[in-house]
């Protein structure tokens, strides 16, 4: 049972463009929502996150809404350079007091110059 | 750089063998998780330890353990391998005691393939 989702496998985008990731999930329970970059032979990095309570939180040219009735969430990255390509990967938690997070399958991006 | 240092970076071994994957967390993180990936899937959480206990346990086969030790290094031990364990193990920690934080600082991983 995928709990986490990302139905897209891969994203093309041009240089200079924006970048929209796209994460559903189906735990009602999940209240922590983290997104993590990861590039070739490195382990994830975490980019940004957002807790429940907010519908948005913005860093730098990263931007994470949340839909909670929707159970949705995507990231924006505005503008998108050649050094974002990499695989995200979408992640969440219950608040339960020790961190158990949930991964997506993970979106592979590719900027072109 | 994360802090968390994984050895080995690669391991290629043959089925039913038995493996030990080393972990040490950055320096004064209390949590070490396992994480799995195998190809084309997201990272599947295996089991979480906190100060030397089990904390929370995901989809761990019982061929599969893992400890955490005094010095807060971690060891995931895969035996009676099989084609299908072959994956990326990687292994995170965080510094979280009773509140969660939601940040893993992840190391490179382990490369598994088992022949």
């Known amino acids: 049972d995928q709990q986490v989702k990302q139905n897209s496998p891969s994203l093309s985008v041009q240089e200079g463009r924006i970048s929209i990731l796209n994460c559903d999930y189906t735990?009602?329970?999940?209240?922590?929502f983290l997104w993590y970059k990861k590039y070739p032979a490195e382990g994830p990095t975490f980019l940004i996150s957002?807790?429940?309570?907010?519908d948005k939180n913005e860093d730098g040219r990263f931007t994470v809404f949340l839909n909670k009735s929707a159970k949705h969430l995507s990231l924006h990255i505005v503008p998108s350079q050649p050094g974002d390509s990499a695989v995200y990967f979408c992640?969440?938690?219950?608040?339960?007091?020790?961190?158990?997070?949930?991964f997506g399958t993970g979106t592979r991006l590719l900027v072109s110059p | 750089d994360s802090g968390v240092t994984q050895t080995p970076k690669h391991l290629i071994t043959a089925t039913g063998q038995r493996v030990t994957l080393r972990c040490s967390p950055r320096?004064?993180?209390?949590?070490v998780y396992w994480y799995q990936q195998s190809l084309d899937q997201g990272l599947q959480f295996l089991i979480q330890?906190?100060?030397?206990?089990?904390?929370a346990k995901g989809n761990i086969l019982e061929r599969f353990s893992a400890q955490q030790f005094p010095d807060l290094h971690s060891e995931l031990n895969l035996s009676s391998l099989e084609l299908g364990d072959s994956a990326l193990y990687f292994c995170?920690?965080?510094?979280?005691?009773?509140?969660?934080?939601?940040?893993?600082?992840f190391g490179e991983g382990s490369r598994l393939t088992v022949l």
């Open positions: 735990n009602s329970m999940f209240d922590y």
């Open positions: 992640a969440a938690s219950e608040n339960t007091g020790f961190q158990k997070l949930v």
């Open positions: 995170a920690s965080s510094s979280q005691g009773l509140q969660s934080t939601g940040e893993l600082f």
């Open positions: 320096s004064g993180d209390l949590s």
């Open positions: 330890y906190y100060n030397g206990e089990e904390r």
């Open positions: 957002i807790s429940s309570i907010k």
